[in-house]
């Protein structure tokens, strides 16, 4: 019998998902001995016309990492979903959207201008962007539509399993490769990873919290008994599903809230702010600011891994303004 | 249930026109059709009449309904009606939910039928979507200590302690000052009949004392209150009175011989003396005084001692301290009373530069027989009676300034002074009044009363109380600066005296001694009761009920007539013996609780502990109110507030976005 057929691909991410794979050292073996590989184009030389070239349904499994940002990243979900019987949203990108989806929170035109016009480290005298068709003499050049909004691979094919984590710890890995392997497979939709916080499974004290500002990393030593957020330091740890074994909390470092909500929250960044504005030390309005003013990029800290799939998915407006008509194609893609 | 066995039935209300007049409920009942699972969607004039509430009962068995959705008034109005309706026709009562299309849509769109209806339709859409996801819920049942407390010795508090004793209950009557009797044992007459204030209360007053079935804490403060209804447990300071009361025979030979004379601000505003080991006046409840540590000399100097030498009876006791009572209750009645407004933040009004301008509570201790001028009024030098009193209504009440709302009891206590003022000197009496109220029995005929002995009304607001002389018949007078705007004039009148008729406010401490007891404060700051119309002495909290002046401006009968509803409100919870908890309240999932702690801190009730060695937290239900607060802090989602299902406010939303103006069956929305 031949071994079953295993894909791996990424989309709009930053590739440490594809190392965290190779951070199974020597348990990789087992991968490959277990699995077909077929496609994995960051280590192996293969291209998109192998894929469509297979029957649908001939891959196994799917891995998929990375958030769907332009044509490319959708055209390959939609391929590599028609040739997958399993479709696995791998890590926190495809998975919920990520650093890839706090594009959101502007729109392309802000992004574009910000990147090859604003941004201090920018030398581009003549004012050059990139053009999705280019005339060269060789013949006309195309680079894939980027997108408006970020998207989660859910949004855009339907996924049968969520491995969260930016990137997925080996273990957890491990567990995802180990249940299909064995085809104990959770119901399809589920998220594989334990329905606890990593809150549970950290060995800080907690008490009554009460918090009156927040500390940058680098201002406070913390104390290594007490639970971080007490002390001032940001910690998601509240609100995310656990899996990685609380292992920032331990070391120091705020849980950042890389797997994403606890089983049943709908919208991540929701619960962690939540979560936080119920410990606030203040009484009125004024206080309320004060404390957050301490806390840089609140919406960038509650909706870092969760932003797309949020209740909001995106800002709608930008300066207050709705949409100008020449934007709202680019918001069709909403 | 699977879903397409759940059976809705759909009541459209036309409350009369209140309804029917703005939206189409005909209309709106015929396209409720159109939403999931409804097999019956009927309008009726008055849903609330028993005809409305038997259709219902009919329709469940004759059409086997699994849910029943009403779009009528507020559920503050008639949810517990339908409820009640539901559990006769034999579903269980929470399967039921109610759209509130009166006063979220015909009321308020009076000049919008289609737009109103839209939102009628919008709102079944969600009542329905959400009726699909109730599930049964059963109240809890708690037994009910038969204890009561009482806070504040006024006559509100007092009738109701007598009330409950009487009625055969322990009653524990907590008083902040010295004795009881509150505001009403300053008066000297009430108005409109002029009994003496004091000739009726102290009989009260002597009966709560002396009542086998009332303990009186006097000099004592509630500190903290925790439990629920049926089971408060209340900690309560006795403050150090310094004088054992087992022993003190209330001779008055301390404060006879005590050296220190301390201006007595509180019973007599200021015009009179005590001693620093006092009882605040003759016929206080208990009779023992209490030694007020800030002015006596012993406790400044380490010497004195004098009332330690002559008490007969060695009842002094420089060294107790404060005791802790923790008192266990069934119900609590607050009757804590109100504060009178400062005028000194009128500064045009020139109370406490023009020395003859008194505040109203000071003109009722110079009224008062046992008073520092034994009655005569006088000005404030002690020997003076002035030949023209002027009585300024409103101050600090109907003012946008200070206080909105009319102190209710300013007008009838000006006239009082009036007739007083005519009673006892020569003098020349002017009101002046923005608008006259006088609205309770016997209160008009007073008003003609006092009209007929000549006093005379100006309408008009005072702009101003002067020294600075214009004539010289204002000399070495006050001058009352006006506009009478009967007869759209300038008016400046001369006085010797001028009262100030001063707004009642909230206690100063009212919102801390409301979030104390689980109660609300409105926007004027007086305790919020339940429904002002038809709850008014209870609160949000059960168990816990308010009376007098406490809730709101009022005169003695009100006070009076709350004190005993109050009781009766209580007593009729006693005589139940045990009481049902609304079943709408938070549950930890304590297998998934990670023990954050977030939630600790937020309940309102005191309802969350932390189980330090489960590392979790933990609801108690008798506590728990469903306020929601936990639900919505929980960042893992691991408590969930019954009939407030994520699932059900989720299909809600999901009912309420529903296209209203398509005319087609809507499946039900896939669930997030």
Request: charge should be negative; glycine fraction near 8%.
């Amino acid at each position: 019998m031949s071994k079953p057929k295993l894909a791996l691909y990424w989309a709009s991410s930053c590739g440490g998902c594809e190392i965290a794979v190779l951070g199974l050292h020597e348990k990789i073996l087992d991968v490959a001995e277990a699995f077909d590989i077929v496609f994995w184009p960051c280590v192996m030389d293969f291209k998109y016309e192998d894929v469509e070239a297979m029957e649908d349904g001939e891959i196994d499994v799917c891995l998929f990492n990375g958030a769907i940002r332009n044509d490319e990243n959708a055209h390959l979900a939609h391929l590599l979903r028609r040739k997958s019987k399993v479709m696995v949203a791998f890590g926190s990108c495809a998975f919920g959207g990520s650093m890839p989806g706090l594009a959101n929170f502007n729109d392309r035109e802000q992004m574009f201008n910000y990147i090859y016009h604003d941004s201090p480290s920018t030398d581009n005298p003549d004012g050059i962007v990139p053009q999705q068709r280019t005339d060269m003499p060789e013949g006309e050049l195309v680079l894939p539509n980027f997108w408006n909004t970020v998207k989660t691979l859910a949004q855009v094919v339907p996924v049968d399993y969520y491995l969260p984590g930016c990137p997925p710890e080996a273990s957890s890995i491990e567990t995802a490769v180990t249940a299909i392997v064995s085809g104990e497979l959770p119901p399809p939709g589920s998220v594989i990873g334990p329905d606890i916080t990593v809150c549970d499974e950290c060995p800080r004290e907690k008490h009554e919290k009460k918090i009156s500002r927040f500390y940058r990393p680098q201002e406070i030593i913390p104390d290594p008994d007490t639970c971080l957020l007490e002390q001032g330091l940001f910690c998601a740890g509240i609100a995310t599903r656990s899996g990685c074994g609380a292992r920032c909390p331990q070391v120091g470092v705020g849980c950042r809230g890389c797997y994403g909500p606890n089983e049943g929250v709908y919208d991540h960044g929701a619960k962690i702010m939540t979560g936080i504005a119920s410990v606030l030390d203040a009484d009125t309005p004024e206080e309320v600011e004060a404390i957050l003013d301490t806390l840089p990029d609140p919406a960038g800290y509650f909706y870092r891994f969760h932003m797309p799939d949020s209740l909001l998915r995106r800002t709608a407006r930008t300066n207050g303004k709705k949409l100008l008509a020449s934007e709202q194609v680019a918001a069709s893609e909403l | 249930m699977s879903e397409n066995e759940k059976r809705v039935g759909v009541y459209v209300c036309h409350c009369g026109h209140n309804i029917a007049g703005t939206v189409d409920v005909e209309h709106v009942a015929e396209w409720a059709y159109n939403l999931p699972n409804v097999i019956i969607s009927r309008d009726n004039k008055f849903m609330c009449a028993s005809t409305g509430q038997e259709q219902i009962e009919e329709d469940v068995k004759e059409f086997n309904l699994t849910h029943v959705v009403v779009a009528s008034c507020s559920p503050h109005m008639h949810e517990k009606t339908f409820r009640n309706a539901v559990e006769r026709s034999g579903l269980n009562p929470y399967l039921f939910e109610m759209a509130n299309i009166r006063e979220h849509a015909s009321w308020v769109h009076p000049d919008d039928q289609d737009g109103a209806t839209s939102k009628a339709k919008a709102l079944v859409s969600a009542a329905v979507h959400r009726v699909l996801h109730h599930e049964e819920l059963t109240p809890m049942q708690v037994e009910i200590r038969p204890e009561v407390l009482i806070v504040g010795g006024g006559v509100a508090g007092i009738q109701a302690a007598l009330e409950v004793a009487e009625a055969g209950h322990h009653v524990y009557l907590v008083e902040r000052e010295p004795s009881i009797g509150g505001h009403m044992a300053q008066l000297d007459k009430t108005f409109p009949t002029l009994d003496c204030s004091a000739c009726i209360l102290t009989p009260k007053m002597f009966d709560a004392g002396s009542h086998p079935n009332i303990t009186l804490l006097t000099y004592a403060e509630v500190e903290q209150v925790d439990g629920y209804v049926g089971n408060f447990t209340v900690r309560v300071r006795k403050k150090a009175k310094m004088v054992h009361e087992d022993l003190c025979t209330g001779c008055g030979t301390c404060w006879e011989k005590c050296p220190k004379k301390v201006i007595d601000t509180v019973f007599e505003s200021g015009l009179g003396y005590r001693k620093a080991i006092y009882r605040p006046f003759p016929q206080a409840v208990p009779k023992y005084p209490v030694i007020d540590v800030e002015t006596c000399i012993y406790y400044d100097t380490g010497k004195c001692r004098a009332c330690e030498k002559f008490c007969p009876t060695d009842a002094i006791d420089f060294e107790m301290q404060d005791e802790i009572v923790n008192l266990e209750v069934g119900n609590i009645i607050v009757a804590t009373g109100y504060d009178l407004f400062d005028p000194r933040r009128i500064p045009q009004y020139g109370y406490g530069r023009h020395e003859n301008v008194f505040t109203s509570m000071e003109f009722e201790r110079l009224v008062n027989a046992a008073g520092p001028s034994d009655g005569r009024v006088v000005l404030r030098d002690g020997e003076t009676t002035p030949q023209s009193v002027a009585i300024i209504h409103c101050v600090g009440s109907r003012d946008k300034n200070y206080n909105g709302h009319c102190s209710a009891i300013c007008c009838m206590y000006s006239l009082k002074f009036a007739h007083l003022v005519k009673e006892r000197t020569e003098a020349e009496v002017y009101n002046f009044y923005i608008d006259m109220r006088t609205i309770a029995k016997g209160y008009e005929e007073f008003y003609d009363r006092v009209l007929e002995e000549g006093a005379h009304f100006i309408r008009g607001k005072v702009s101003e109380i002067t020294d600075a002389t214009h004539a010289s018949e204002e000399e070495g007078k006050l001058v009352v600066v006006a506009e009478d705007t009967l007869i759209g004039k300038q008016r400046r009148v001369p006085v010797d005296m001028v009262i100030l008729a001063v707004a009642m406010e909230p206690r100063a401490d009212a919102e801390e001694v409301a979030h104390r007891f689980g109660i609300g404060c409105g926007d004027t700051g007086f305790f919020t009761e339940r429904h002002p119309k038809l709850d008014p002495v209870a609160t949000v909290t059960e168990g816990v009920y308010i009376a007098g002046a406490c809730q709101g401006p009022k005169d003695i009968p009100d006070a009076v007539a709350q004190g005993s509803a109050a009781a009766a409100r209580v007593l009729s919870v006693i005589s139940q013996r045990e009481v049902a908890l609304e079943p709408v309240r938070a549950t930890i999932d304590e297998e998934h609780c990670s023990g954050c702690r977030i939630c600790n801190t937020m309940c309102p009730y005191h309802a969350i502990d932390f189980i330090e060695a489960d590392s979790v937290s933990r609801v108690n239900p008798a506590l728990c109110k469903g306020c929601g607060t936990c639900v919505a802090a929980c960042p893992s989602q691991v408590i969930s507030g019954a009939h407030f299902t994520f699932d059900q406010l989720i299909a809600e939303i999901d009912g309420i976005m529903v296209d209203v103006n398509i005319d087609e069956p809507l499946v039900a929305a896939e669930m997030v």
